[in-house]
């Protein structure tokens, strides 16, 4: 359980603050002194332990806010990344105005911080049984001890103990049968696409309103375009003010300002290009209405389109014909959800009935070797005649090497894929981001998958820039690397806020392979277009 929630300015302020047990010392007070405004300036690990308490923080710069959590040290709480994430985000857009006015008076915050608190804290307690305790055996990373000894690493290594795996109860609430895939005619097996929110439905029949206002159910964003109708002709001029008012309802989705302009500016285009009788008669707001849709769904293609299409069964299946296993590795920082996410993509790659082996190169974090095990236990006895095995070495091990080693018994084994799971680390930690780029450079896999977080927005944009940017300088290949696939987790904490989805493509010019909307393995989807355009147009 949490201990104390605080967020404070940068200077040390406090703008709120919830305390749920009596606060031993000043734990806030040791981490403004020793971390925040030390002399070591602001960690990139964002987590600090302090007398009996761990302490992590998300910070949230155009506000120079940052957001703190305080609980035991002995607890390990995986619902503190999410936690910051949302009220970071929440928090910044009721109250961010008034922030950057210096005007942090009166702030109730309180009911919207608990409903937020409640719903992470079910959500993990179900965690806990779906994910068979394996996650609670998460602990304080040792990132930062530069020279790990051999004795600090066998206090994590945990690779010994027995496994804790699910009865076949549990293993139940693994799959959700009604969220299986399709399968078609060859046998080939397709992950569920991303189902579009109900409204649309509504919306698609709105067509026959003609003069009507806005229904709910027509969108926010369609009824700024109410004013334009009548017209006889359209004028740019006219179009400023509603422009305005659609790139700010685009922004609050998450949809970063140049996509935002983007996206305005080719719809705007549309209208103007419309004949004047389409604005001016009957049934002229539906007319006005299908052209924003229509002209958002275009400009929304071509940026969702990847600049190379993907297509993992086909590549798999060349390689195979090659005799060699196709290798995948995922990378991202800490906690987005790779395991998890590899396990989901493991489960749809043996559906397709193709032999998998899992190389836990995740060699620093407690648990992490357990929690990949328990996966691959699972999902062996979830699908018939299923080859899904691990390849671990334990911890402390070098990462580059242990993926070598499981692609050559990969090859010798006739596994027709390797999936390698990787450490999270920060962008900014430069030697970290050298190990990754050496484990591309020595095993030169055919897929780099980031993870990123739908629900941080487009802090995964820049997230993932620096993973590319690392992958291009440091792994010093001739055929150059970057990220080739997106999978966006935790799609279903968003709700409609799915900028993050556009702009991941719009700045790598990569496809969104899956997103991940929940802790099942058959939570693995495929984003269509038609869910974002109709995200971006819901209320
Ligand atoms: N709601 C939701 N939770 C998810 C999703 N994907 C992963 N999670 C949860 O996110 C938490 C972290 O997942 P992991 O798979 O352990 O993340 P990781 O990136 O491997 O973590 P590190 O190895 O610590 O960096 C777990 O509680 C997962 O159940 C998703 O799509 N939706």
Not at 134 to 161: A, C, P, Q
Not at 224 to 229: A, V
Request: proline share 3%; aromatic share 8%.
């Amino acid at each position: 359980m949490l201990d104390l929630f605080t967020i404070l300015t940068r200077g040390g302020v406090v703008v709120w603050s919830k305390t749920f047990a009596p606060i031993q010392g000043n734990p806030i007070n040791n981490l403004i002194d020793q971390v925040l405004i030390g002399e070591h300036g602001y960690s990139d690990k964002q987590r600090y332990t302090t007398g009996p308490y761990e302490l992590q923080w998300a910070t949230a710069n155009d506000y120079n806010l940052v957001f703190v959590t305080a609980f035991q040290k002995v607890l390990q709480l995986t619902y503190i990344h999410e936690l910051l994430q949302i009220v970071k985000q929440k928090f910044c857009s009721l109250y961010g105005e008034r922030i950057q006015s210096h005007d942090w008076s009166a702030i109730d915050f309180d009911s919207e911080f608990l409903d937020v608190l409640d719903a992470l804290e079910s959500q993990s307690e179900k965690m806990a049984l779906l994910s068979h305790q394996s996650t609670t055996k998460k602990e304080k990373r040792v990132w930062d001890d530069s020279k790990i000894t051999s004795e600090r690493m066998k206090e994590f290594d945990y690779s010994g103990t027995a496994d804790e795996v699910s009865t076949g109860d549990q293993l139940d609430h693994l799959v959700d049968s009604t969220a299986m895939g399709q399968r078609s005619a060859d046998g080939q097996y397709s992950v569920q696409d991303l189902e579009r929110p109900s409204q649309s439905d509504d919306d698609e029949d709105d067509d026959t309103d003609g003069n009507q206002p806005a229904t709910s159910a027509t969108g926010r964003l369609v009824s700024f375009f109410q004013s334009l109708t009548g017209r006889k002709a359209l004028q740019e001029s006219d179009l400023t003010p509603v422009m305005e008012r659609m790139r700010e309802h685009l922004m609050a989705k998450n949809v970063a300002s140049d996509i935002a302009d983007h996206i305005c500016s080719s719809v705007g285009q549309s209208l103007l290009s419309m004949p004047a009788s389409a604005l001016g008669g009957t049934g002229m707001f539906s007319s006005t209405q299908k052209a924003v849709r229509s002209a958002m769904e275009t400009t929304l293609q071509r940026i969702l389109t990847p600049h190379t299409p993907v297509d993992l069964l086909r590549d798999i299946e060349s390689a195979r014909i090659s005799n060699r296993p196709y290798s995948i590795v995922f990378v991202g920082v800490n906690g987005v959800g790779k395991s998890t996410n590899l396990s989901k993509v493991c489960f749809w790659l043996l559906q397709n009935k193709l032999k998998v082996l899992i190389a836990a190169c995740d060699t620093f974090r407690s648990g992490a070797v357990e929690q990949l095990r328990v996966h691959a236990h699972n999902l062996k006895a979830l699908s018939d005649n299923a080859v899904v095995d691990i390849f671990e070495r334990g911890y402390g091990k070098d990462s580059a090497g242990i993926a070598k080693d499981a692609i050559t018994y990969a090859k010798n084994n006739q596994y027709d894929v390797v999936l390698v799971d990787t450490a999270g680390r920060m962008q900014d930690n430069e030697p970290l981001m050298r190990a990754l780029a050496k484990l591309v450079s020595v095993n030169d896999p055919d897929k780099i998958i980031f993870v990123g977080e739908a629900l941080v927005g487009n802090e995964a944009v820049d997230q993932l820039k620096k993973f590319n940017q690392a992958l291009k300088d440091f792994s010093g290949l001739a055929r150059p690397r970057h990220i080739d696939g997106i999978i966006l987790t935790k799609f279903d904490t968003i709700d409609d806020k799915v900028g993050a989805a556009l702009s991941m493509t719009y700045t790598t010019g990569q496809p969104i392979l899956f997103v991940g909307t929940g802790q099942t393995y058959t939570d693995l989807k495929n984003m269509k277009i038609s869910h974002v355009v109709q995200s971006l147009l819901s209320n």
